[in-house]
């Protein structure tokens, strides 16, 4: 029976598969219907759309159209106006200009008759003013030329004199700006080194605590005086001089060594030829060292640094080095301070100015027999020791052995002229003093036209009185030139020498 019950199923399974089918079928029929007929309606809003949209378009582009072409029209309108405006105003502007060019020509015609009338009346002027030249040349016996030549020679001779005048002027204000100046300077330098300076000079004498010792000097068959100068370079002067024996030398360092070394023989008390030897060793190591320390201590003071150690073995021996009674180091170091201080002032290498101050007399250590002047050898000294150019010029222009081409040259060459002319500060013996006097006086009154002349001021300056009728006050600087030159080239002196010309005009009458 079963088999009936899966033939009932399977029969019915069949069924409900072809219901299935047939049923889906009419189902999809139906959608595929409604979907057409939505997709037609959805094409025919969309024309519709379409089109009203395409009449929207077509009515906003014609207004567009019509506002742009109203814009068009009134500008056109308003151009055409204002060209119309302008066309007016030119029209108006050529017939101002006809006006005016009418205005002109009339103005032009009066002017050709007015310039026509002027030359007419500068003819007629000329025709005068040649009669009237002619007239004048009559009356004075001169021509035009010859006239206007001395008009301008009168005019160019009041030129002349006018400008001379000026110049004159020009030239007494620098120079007395320029005095000011340099005295300010010069004289802030001198306050600031204000030093005490004592004239020093080399021993040359020592004294004896009696006579007999001078016969212990001497020695048996005179071979304690003979090894003493022997070893010394330094003659030894023993006459009636009481207890009193005179050291004679060139060179001032052997005669401190003698000086030295003969005072501690005195001391000891025993005195022969090798105790002489000795000493005089001794003596010269300490004079050696006092040098060197010398020299050091005088770079220390001025501030200067890097100097080569011989050059300071040089500056040392100056201690022992007197010019005119003063001391060359002392003035050496003055020199360089008051370089140093001016350079200062002017705002140039103060540095450089007191080096070469400092070194500006090195020469002068050396001994007497080496041959040159001692700004010849200071040169040399500083070029062998590599000193630098600045230095080596301010040394050998200090004296104008050659021009200072330099600032430095120029502050070293016052500073040392400061130093050695300020008064006590050098000193030389009555009898050259009153001869440099009566020379100076003499060479002023060598001038034609000098009537008297007197030196004053310690010789620092010459008063001269002149001639009114034979020097005018233009010759008096010529003639001050010309005296100064001279006294230059004939007189040896420290510092400067001040020239003063006066010149007097007097008239005298007596009432009776």
Do not use: C
């Amino acid at each position: 029976m079963w088999w009936i019950y899966v033939l009932v199923g399977v029969g019915a399974l069949a069924v409900g598969v072809i219901l299935g089918v047939v049923f889906r079928k009419i189902i999809g029929e139906a959608e595929i219907g409604s979907a057409e007929e939505a997709a037609s309606k959805i094409l025919t809003d969309a024309k519709k759309e379409a089109e009203s949209a395409k009449k929207e378009a077509l009515i906003s582009a014609k207004e567009d159209i019509m506002s742009q072409r109203n814009d068009f029209e009134r500008e056109m309108k308003e151009r055409r106006a204002e060209v119309s405006r302008m066309e007016n105003r030119i029209n108006k502007k050529e017939e101002n200009l006809d006006k005016k060019t009418e205005s002109l020509e009339k103005k032009s015609e009066q002017l050709d008759k007015k310039i026509k009338d002027n030359e007419a009346l500068e003819e007629q002027i000329k025709e005068v003013i040649e009669k009237q030249r002619k007239k004048l040349e009559e009356i004075s016996g001169i021509t035009a030329e010859q006239a206007k030549q001395e008009l301008i020679e009168q005019v160019e001779s009041e030129v002349k004199h006018e400008l001379a005048q000026r110049i004159d002027e020009l030239e007494t204000q620098f120079k007395e700006e320029a005095d000011d100046k340099a005295k300010n300077i010069l004289s802030l330098a001198i306050q600031r080194y204000a030093s005490d300076h004592v004239s020093e000079a080399t021993v040359s004498s020592v004294a004896l605590p009696s006579e007999e010792m001078k016969g212990r000097i001497i020695g048996r068959e005179g071979r304690n005086i003979q090894k003493l100068e022997t070893l010394t370079g330094v003659e030894l002067i023993i006459d009636d001089t009481p207890e009193t024996i005179t050291l004679s030398g060139f060179d001032p360092i052997r005669r401190e060594v003698a000086r030295i070394a003969l005072e501690r023989l005195i001391s000891d008390g025993r005195i022969h030829p090798a105790r002489i030897e000795e000493m005089v060793e001794k003596a010269q190591r300490e004079v050696d060292a006092s040098v060197k320390q010398a020299g050091e201590r005088a770079t220390f003071e001025v501030g200067i640094h890097g100097i080569n150690s011989e050059l300071v073995r040089l500056l040392g021996r100056l201690k022992y080095r007197t010019s005119y009674g003063q001391n060359v180091l002392q003035h050496s170091i003055e020199v360089a301070f008051i370089a140093g201080m001016m350079a200062d002032e002017l705002g140039v290498d103060s540095t450089a100015a007191r080096r070469a101050g400092l070194l500006h007399d090195i020469g002068k250590a050396f001994p007497h027999d080496v041959e040159g002047s001692h700004v010849e050898i200071g040169v040399n000294a500083a070029k062998k020791y590599k000193e630098s150019r600045e230095v080596v010029h301010a040394i050998e222009a200090h004296h104008n052995d050659v021009e200072p081409k330099t600032i430095i040259a120029i502050l070293v060459q016052a500073a040392d002229a400061i130093s050695a002319a300020r008064p006590g500060a050098r000193r030389e013996d009555m009898e050259n003093y009153i001869k440099r006097l009566e020379k100076l006086e003499e060479i002023a009154k060598s001038f034609s036209g000098v009537d008297k002349a007197f030196a004053i001021q310690a010789g620092r300056e010459i008063r001269v009185m002149v001639k009114p009728e034979e020097i005018n006050d233009e010759g008096m600087k010529v003639v001050a030139r010309e005296m100064a030159a001279k006294i230059q080239s004939e007189v040896k002196y420290p510092g400067q020498i001040k020239i003063n010309l006066i010149r007097e005009s007097r008239a005298v009458d007596y009432a009776k």
